[in-house]
């Protein structure tokens, strides 16, 4: 079984971790993933997949959460960052996924903002 960190002795950060050490511990936070698998022929598998991480059950765009985002290495795919420094908040939830699925993501997410908020780009929400 692959160890934590913390169980070789080593703490990030100052405040306490929750019951199972998960994003999920925090109260509120929901996260959700799927995974596509593809059998292409007898020897090529193909395997790609999305998570979504939502900071709190209610609507983002009128409900925004205070953030903050680090580079650590640069060599990802992001959209969203420069918006999120420039704010400091985020008003959609947070995706994660492989770097050539950063633009199919990003679509789908912006279709389910606006179903959900028509008035997205015609009015701004503080």
């Known amino acids: 079984m692959r160890r934590k960190l913390r169980d070789l002795g080593f703490s990030i950060g100052t405040l306490p971790v929750g019951r199972r ?6 109260p509120g936070v929901r996260v959700g ?39 650590l290495n640069g060599f990802g795919k992001t959209t969203g960052l420069v918006q999120v420094e420039e ?16 633009g199919a993501v990003w679509q789908g997410t912006l279709e389910y903002m606006l179903e959900a908020t028509p ?3 015609d009015v701004t929400v503080e």
């Open 21 to 26: 050490n998960q994003i999920t511990d925090v």
């Open 33 to 71: 993933h799927v995974t596509i698998r593809k059998d292409v022929d007898e020897r090529t598998v193909i395997r790609t997949g999305v998570t979504a991480v939502l900071p709190h059950g209610g609507h983002l765009f009128l409900e925004k959460v205070p953030a903050a985002c680090f580079v």
């Open 87 to 102: 704010l400091g908040t985020i008003e959609s939830p947070i995706m994660l996924t492989n770097t050539f699925s950063v």
């Open 119 to 121: 008035e997205i780009g």
